[in-house]
């Protein structure tokens, strides 16, 4: 049928951690007939939400992919994660998604959870919709939630319903566009009910409120309204899908997913108001036919997956992939995702979301095309900040060889996950958003590999250098029978300005140490600054070697590096060492309702105020700069979190170093000189 042709639609179920949105998921595969009774998240019985690690937090921790048919169409829901520890996930919801039902809880005192995600989508340019769940629940009403999210939002959120009330209770709405009023029935469809007397006036002041936000973008319609016409269902009905592609407007519709309420009037909408998959591809650019792959997924059955969606043209088992590179592949075997189900199809038409195996070259945000290199003029989304690091290693010595490999795994599932050795400390650092997203990370790693871990703050990455110049001889003589050992060196030390790093200068006149020595002296000298007097890296010193004295026999390369070490190490200890340590750029973005508690939390941590500004385009935002020591970042993000309702977060990175003194000095020279 012609509603089928059209394609799957694919939307995006989004908004701030237990809105419940996966709730909202299972009440629309059970409204649909795709699951026969209804899961509950607490109980651990949805389709999604299927991981042990999602199951032990109650929330999600990755993206759920599911789909159910409804009269006659498909369609696709990516289920994202509402945590910011998870965001890169929700970035793989939108990336091809037609549109996304942002889920908000009732209370406008929580409105301002959602506003990060309506900047996100509006940035991005991808229709949406509100879904105002756990209606039963509110005790405000539905215009002063409104009036709360207005501001966050360019676009005007049109109400596509009122509420009925039966005292404190909402017992069902009013369908503005078909002025029906309908009456709740748990578990089963709404009952239609004569529109009562009382609410007749307030019906049409907010049906004719809708008409006018609709007429802003219609000129038609608003000539209807100033000659008082009766616009046409279909006038309306056409301006809601319409200005919804188009971004001028976003639906407003309420209900319960625990109780079904309100569930088959978001089926309507959404069949209405759903760009197909072709306007998807223009808008996002995808001009041929092609696969836009969303994530990979490795299983312990199927294996590796290209989670992607098709656009332009179907997709076969063995059909021809072509990178933008003009690299090119065959698609192994198609699976339908349901939840932790995949099912086989030898097809997949365009709209379809499906995982590719066998796609070894893809990646989580490429453009393959279909027979032919993809014609598309698609951007990278930016990741996330990796602000969180752990220290890693291994509980079990023999995991050390999968420990590469799993990592590997995990970090091409998930992209805001990143690994790698520090070449100061080598520690085997795991980066991620926060601390929650590694902790994650760590339970997928033993739970899938078998890999236990071990893990611990990072080493603070500090420095030493001096305050006053030093002269120091340092004599390398020693004579065991035969050859003996001897080298001699007179060198002078003088601190540098703060970023120059090493100087090292030879003065050496009259050949009292012959030329081919020198390098070796410069070896030793470089040798002693790698742990200096406090245990750490010395930086920012300049050394002059000034004289010294060779042996013909004895002296050696060996000798002269043993030498020039000794006279470094000894220059050091007298020229005053002292601390220094990392110190970073902070930019945090918060709720102006936090600011006050964060500058106090970050003049706790011996943070540096640079300066405050209002966030360009948003609410009551604040952008707040300064300068915190590395030492006290590794639990920022938690502390930023638990003052701004889980809004606030930061990037961060290296502006300088700076000296440590007193107390907090002599403490952190106690910590690195202690044994292990």
Request: hydrophobic share 45%.
């Amino acid at each position: 049928m012609d509603e089928i042709r059209r394609g799957a639609r694919a939307i995006a179920l989004v908004g701030p951690a237990g809105a419940g949105k996966t709730s909202l998921a299972e009440a629309l595969l059970h409204a649909a007939g795709a699951v026969p009774r209804l899961g509950a998240v607490d109980a651990g019985s949805c389709v999604g939400d299927a991981s042990p690690e999602a199951r032990a937090r109650g929330g999600s921790t990755e993206l759920n992919l599911l789909r159910f048919e409804w009269m006659g169409d498909r369609y696709l829901l990516t289920d994202a994660p509402g945590s910011p520890a998870f965001v890169t996930d929700m970035e793989m919801a939108l990336a091809a998604a037609d549109l996304a039902l942002v889920v908000i809880d009732p209370d406008p005192a929580r409105a301002p959870l959602v506003e990060p995600t309506l900047r996100r989508l509006e940035a991005i340019g991808l229709p949406h919709a509100l879904f105002v769940n756990k209606i039963d629940q509110a005790r405000g009403s539905i215009q002063d939630l409104l009036a709360a999210l207005q501001p966050m939002s360019a676009a005007a959120l049109v109400a596509r319903q009122i509420p009925i009330r039966a005292g404190e209770r909402t017992a069902g709405f009013v369908d503005l566009a078909l002025e029906r009023a309908y009456h709740y029935q748990t578990g089963q469809r709404s009952q239609q009910v004569p529109l009562a007397a009382h609410l007749k006036e307030d019906e049409a002041a907010a049906r004719f409120h809708m008409l006018e936000q609709l007429a802003d973008h219609d000129d038609t319609l608003l000539e209807q309204l100033l000659s008082d016409e009766v616009p046409s269902l279909e006038t309306i009905f056409g301006d809601l899908a319409r200005e919804t592609a188009a971004g001028l407007v976003v639906p407003v519709l309420f209900g319960s997913a625990l109780n079904g309420f309100g569930i088959r009037r978001l089926l309507k909408m959404l069949r209405h108001d759903t760009p197909t998959a072709a306007q998807t591809a223009e808008r996002i650019g995808v001009a041929s036919p092609a696969v836009q792959v969303l994530k990979i997924s490795h299983g312990s059955t199927i294996g590796r997956l290209a989670i992607a969606r098709v656009f332009g043209g179907p997709l076969s088992e063995g059909a021809e992939l072509v990178g933008d590179d003009g690299e090119t592949m065959r698609a192994g075997a198609l699976f339908a995702l349901q939840g932790g189900t995949a099912t086989r199809i030898q097809r997949a038409e365009p709209g379809e979301i499906v995982g590719i195996a066998k796609a070894e070259a893809t990646r989580a945000g490429d453009l393959i095309g279909i027979a032919a290199r993809p014609e598309a003029a698609t951007a990278d989304s930016p990741l996330p900040a990796a602000n969180h690091a752990l220290a890693i290693s291994v509980k079990d010595h023999k995991d050390e060889v999968r420990l590469s490999t799993s990592l590997n795994k995990l970090a091409e599932e998930d992209p805001g996950l990143r690994w790698g050795q520090d070449e100061g400390s080598r520690e085997t650092l795991l980066r991620g958003i926060n601390d929650e997203h590694l902790a994650v990370a760590l339970d997928r790693l033993k739970r899938r590999y078998g890999v236990a871990i071990s893990a611990r703050p990072p080493a603070v990455a500090y420095r030493e250098t001096i305050k006053k110049a030093a002269s120091q001889r340092g004599r390398h003589k020693k004579q065991s029978g035969g050859h003996g050992q001897y080298g001699d060196v007179v060198i002078e030390i003088a601190p540098l300005e703060r970023g120059q790093g090493f100087r090292f200068d030879d003065r050496i006149t009259g050949g009292a140490i012959p030329r081919q020595w020198i390098p070796a002296v410069e070896q030793g000298v470089r040798d002693a600054m790698a742990k200096g007097p406090l245990g750490v890296e010395v930086v920012d010193v300049a050394v002059a070697l000034v004289d010294g004295s060779f042996h013909a026999v004895d002296s050696s390369e060996l000798a002269f590096r043993t030498a020039g070490r000794i006279a470094m190490a000894e220059a050091l200890a007298a020229a005053t060492p002292y601390l220094l340590e990392p110190i970073a750029h902070v930019t945090i973005h918060a709720p102006g309702s936090a600011t006050s508690r964060i500058t106090s939390a970050v003049a706790s941590r011996r943070g540096q105020m640079l300066g405050m500004t209002p966030l360009a385009g948003w609410s009551r935002w604040d952008v707040i700069e300064v300068l915190l020591p590395d030492a006290e970042l590794h639990d920022l993000d938690a502390e930023l979190r638990s003052l701004s309702q889980g809004m606030a977060r930061y990037t961060a990175h290296f502006d300088h170093l700076a000296p440590v003194a007193g107390k907090v000095a002599d403490d952190i020279v106690q910590r690195i000189q202690q044994p292990a």
